[in-house]
């Protein structure tokens, strides 16, 4: 099992209307196990000025006809 901690000095969860500052994430196997204001712990700290929900890349054109016919055939590039 393998444990992360990270010091969010300014934490955005992408649900609260505004930041939180000051807290700390603990991560186990890849996923968030708890997240609380930040106390001083006897493990390495990854510091961190900000963190973020994952974001994705809006730009990217999504693999269905939308806005075609439903006849649209995508190109080698395209796809």
Do not use: R, W
């Amino acid at each position: 099992m393998s444990k992360i901690f990270v010091h969010a000095k300014t934490m955005i969860d992408g649900v609260s209307d505004t930041p939180k500052f000051d807290q700390l994430i603990t991560c186990e196997d890849g996923k968030i196990t708890a997240i609380e204001p930040y106390h001083t712990i006897n493990e390495d700290v990854v510091e961190a000025n900000v963190v973020t929900p994952g974001f994705f890349n809006c730009h990217v054109h999504i693999m269905e006809p939308v806005g075609f016919g439903t006849d649209k055939e995508f190109t080698f590039i395209e796809m």
